[in-house]
């Protein structure tokens, strides 16, 4: 997202990043995606212009598109990251099993089963 606080905010660096400012700067890309996403979402579900909406829908999917590179760019830089994502997607597998097990019929929860 722009920066305008900082004049120089649009200049590149005056050296090279290295691993570690590079991780982070990804991150922060990542960050600003979904930013994106939910400022082109919200106000396209807060206008009634059709053709508005459209593009706003459709650059917002551009933006999932993009928050999905750069994480797998970060999966490539910092493998070592996987292993803690992976432990966060398994805490809420679990989670998700136990509420089938106690809705077996499947009305606790619309979303439970996803």
Known sequence: MP????AFSGQKEDRM???DELVRAIRFMIAAE??????????AESIDNKL????????SNEEKEHAGEFLRL?????????GFYDEGMGET???ID?????????KCSSQAAH
């Open 17 to 19: 990043l290295t691993h």
């Open 52 to 59: 508005a909406q459209e593009v706003l829908l459709d650059i």
């Open 34 to 43: 979904y930013e994106a996403i939910q400022l082109y979402t919200q106000l």
């Open 93 to 95: 597998n679990e989670k």
């Open 74 to 82: 970060l999966q490539v830089l910092a493998p070592d990251e996987q």
């Open 98 to 106: 136990k509420l089938k097990a106690s809705c077996p019929d499947g």
């Open 3 to 6: 920066e305008f606080t900082n």
